[in-house]
């Protein structure tokens, strides 16, 4: 019995670049993001737009709602809407 193993050892390289402005107080603030991110793998970069909202609904606990735009800047598709809702959460410390 012969077996054979092939091991691709290539390595590639992924580039990411964001940003984010928030305006508010921590109780609820609204944000804007942008994000740039390439990957040499695949040849293929990202750009994302979003707008969001950070609402604190419980002490330690945030909702996160956002919306944008996202783009492959490698193909001729255009820009797709994306959406997105998340529960964030720290560990609070009693004063």
Known sequence: MLIHFWVKNDFYSKYVASTRLYGGNNA???????QYKYSEEVKSGFFLFNLGTEYLFRQG???V???GLEKN???SIPAQFVSNINELSTI???S
């Open 28 to 34: 609820i603030k609204g944000f804007i993001e942008s």
């Open 65 to 67: 709602f956002q919306a």
């Open 61 to 63: 606990m945030w909702l």
């Open 92 to 94: 609070c410390r009693n």
């Open 73 to 75: 800047t490698s193909t």
